[in-house]
C-alpha cells in the first residue's frame, strides 16, 4: 500500500498524514495522557523522550515527542527555532522515512507528524506504525552472543542505507532493531537527510555504531561485544 501524504494547518497546529493508514487525525492523537485515558497505552520504550505506543483500529503505533539533548536542553527540552515547516525536525523525518519506506529499506512506516508553533519556536511529534516483535540489537547484546551470521547482516542492513546515500545521524546500538526472525531494521532518523555517498560520512557512521558499542561494553556487566564481532559486521558490510 502506497503512503498518500495530506496535510492540514489550523490555529498554528499543523498535521501530516498518511491518508491510506489513517484518517485525518485530531491533534490528540499525538498526546499519550489521551491514550492513557482510553486505556489504548501499550507501554512506553526505553529513550530520550521515552516513545509511547498504543493501539488504534486494531493497529500499534509508536508516538515520539521531539527533545533536545546536551546542554541546550537546560534551557528549553523540546522548543526549536522556527525556520518553515518544511525545514521542522518533524516534517524532514517523516518524508525522509516515507522515501527510504518506498525504497523497501526496513525502517517504520510513517504515519503523522505534527508541528506546533509557539511564536519563534516550535514543537513536534511524530507517529510511526510499530515493528512487531522487536528488540534493540544493544539490549540482545546483553542476554547473549549473536553469531557471526547476525553480525554480517547488522553490517549488509548498514550498506543498503550508505548505498541509497543515507545519513544516520545517531546510529548506535539501540536505533538498530532486530525482530524475532532476526530481521534488521533501522530507527530514529530525526537529524537523518541523504548526501551524496562518500566514504568519509560513512565510515564516520560506523565508528558512532562502534563507539556506542564499545560504550556498552564499559557500562554493562555482560555484553556481548568484541573485536571479532565488529570484524564480522564489517566483513557484511563489504560485501
Same mark, same amino acid.
Request: glycine share 6%.
Given at each position: 500500500?502506497?503512503?498518500v501524504?495530506?496535510?492540514?494547518?489550523?490555529?498554528?497546529?499543523?498535521i501530516?498524514?498518511?491518508a491510506s493508514?489513517?484518517?485525518?487525525p485530531?491533534?490528540?492523537f499525538?498526546?499519550?495522557?489521551?491514550? /492513557?485515558? /482510553?486505556?489504548?497505552q501499550?507501554?512506553v520504550?526505553q529513550?530520550?523522550g521515552?516513545?509511547?505506543?498504543?493501539? @488504534?483500529?486494531?493497529k500499534?503505533?509508536?508516538?515520539?515527542?521531539f527533545r533536545?539533548?546536551?546542554?541546550?536542553?537546560?534551557l528549553?527540552?523540546?522548543? @526549536?527555532?522556527?525556520s518553515?515547516l518544511d525545514k521542522?525536525?518533524?516534517?524532514?523525518e517523516?518524508y525522509?522515512?516515507?522515501?527510504?519506506f518506498?525504497?523497501?529499506?526496513?525502517?517504520?512506516?510513517?504515519?503523522?507528524?505534527?508541528?506546533?508553533?509557539?511564536?519563534?519556536?516550535y514543537?513536534?511529534?511524530?507517529? %510511526?506504525l510499530?515493528?512487531?516483535?522487536? %528488540?534493540?540489537?544493544?539490549?540482545l547484546?546483553?542476554?547473549?552472543a549473536m553469531?557471526?551470521?547476525?553480525?554480517?547482516?547488522v553490517g549488509?542492513?548498514?550498506?543498503?542505507?550508505h548505498?541509497a546515500g543515507?545519513y544516520?545521524?545517531?546510529?548506535?546500538g539501540?536505533?538498530?532493531l532486530?525482530?524475532?526472525?532476526?530481521?534488521?531494521?533501522?530507527?530514529?532518523?530525526?537529524?537523518g537527510?541523504?548526501?551524496?555517498?562518500d566514504?568519509?560520512?560513512?565510515?564516520?557512521?560506523?565508528?558512532?555504531?562502534?563507539r556506542?558499542?564499545?560504550?556498552?561494553?564499559?557500562?554493562e556487566?555482560?555484553?556481548?561485544?568484541?573485536?571479532q564481532?565488529? /570484524?564480522?559486521?564489517?566483513?557484511?558490510?563489504a560485501k
Amino acid at each position: 500500500m502506497n503512503i498518500v501524504a495530506k496535510q492540514a494547518s489550523q490555529s498554528g497546529v499543523h498535521i501530516l498524514f498518511d491518508a491510506s493508514c489513517i484518517d485525518r487525525p485530531a491533534s490528540d492523537f499525538f498526546e499519550p495522557t489521551h491514550w /492513557q485515558a /482510553q486505556n489504548a497505552q501499550l507501554r512506553v520504550a526505553q529513550g530520550r523522550g521515552a516513545a509511547c505506543i498504543f493501539r @488504534y483500529q486494531d493497529k500499534a503505533f509508536v508516538l515520539r515527542h521531539f527533545r533536545r539533548g546536551g546542554l541546550i536542553a537546560k534551557l528549553s527540552d523540546d522548543r @526549536y527555532l522556527w525556520s518553515g515547516l518544511d525545514k521542522s525536525r518533524a516534517w524532514r523525518e517523516w518524508y525522509l522515512l516515507a522515501d527510504m519506506f518506498a525504497q523497501g529499506l526496513p525502517v517504520p512506516r510513517p504515519v503523522a507528524a505534527r508541528v506546533r508553533r509557539h511564536g519563534l519556536f516550535y514543537s513536534a511529534d511524530l507517529v %510511526t506504525l510499530c515493528l512487531p516483535d522487536v %528488540t534493540p540489537f544493544a539490549d540482545l547484546l546483553m542476554q547473549r552472543a549473536m553469531i557471526e551470521a547476525q553480525w554480517r547482516l547488522v553490517g549488509a542492513t548498514i550498506k543498503r542505507f550508505h548505498q541509497a546515500g543515507i545519513y544516520h545521524a545517531d546510529l548506535n546500538g539501540r536505533n538498530i532493531l532486530l525482530d524475532q526472525s532476526g530481521q534488521v531494521f533501522v530507527i530514529d532518523f530525526d537529524k537523518g537527510e541523504r548526501r551524496t555517498a562518500d566514504s568519509r560520512w560513512q565510515q564516520a557512521n560506523l565508528e558512532r555504531l562502534r563507539r556506542s558499542l564499545n560504550k556498552f561494553k564499559n557500562s554493562e556487566l555482560q555484553f556481548w561485544f568484541d573485536e571479532q564481532c565488529w /570484524q564480522w559486521l564489517l566483513a557484511g558490510y563489504a560485501k
